[in-house]
Nanobody, 120 residues
């Protein structure tokens, strides 16, 4: 049973930083074909991908966060991270972590989300 639990959200002013964590239990961290990612959804907007990382550590980012956000993982702690710097008001939203096999090109396992609010 895969369980993902996000934490680390909060309220910050523009230009500030937050680090989100996603504790993943029951997840096969050492499997060679797995992907994990961060997504976000703002009010009245569709969910969008923010960043993904493969089991070999290859990371990819949406253009709107490149150079500001960093996705990483600590297998020893069973945790996925998203370091968010230079936050902007438009980064406000609910942030979710997700996990699955990369070949599926979709995610079946999702956390409950953590709220990020950035004020101008």
């Amino acid at each position: 049973q895969v369980q993902l639990v996000e934490s680390g959200g909060g309220s910050v002013q523009a230009g500030g930083s937050l680090r989100l964590s996603c504790a993943a239990s029951g997840w096969p961290w050492v499997h060679s074909l797995t992907c994990m990612g961060w997504f976000r959804q703002a009010p009245d907007k569709e969910r969008e991908g923010v960043a993904t990382i493969t089991s070999d550590g290859t990371a990819s980012y949406a253009d709107f966060v490149k150079g500001r956000f960093t996705i990483s993982k600590d297998i020893a702690k069973n945790t996925l991270y998203l370091q968010m710097n230079s936050l902007k008001p438009e980064d406000t939203g609910m942030y979710y972590c997700a996990a699955d096999l990369c070949a599926l090109k979709r995610y079946r396992y999702w956390g409950q989300g953590t709220q990020v609010t950035v004020s101008a």
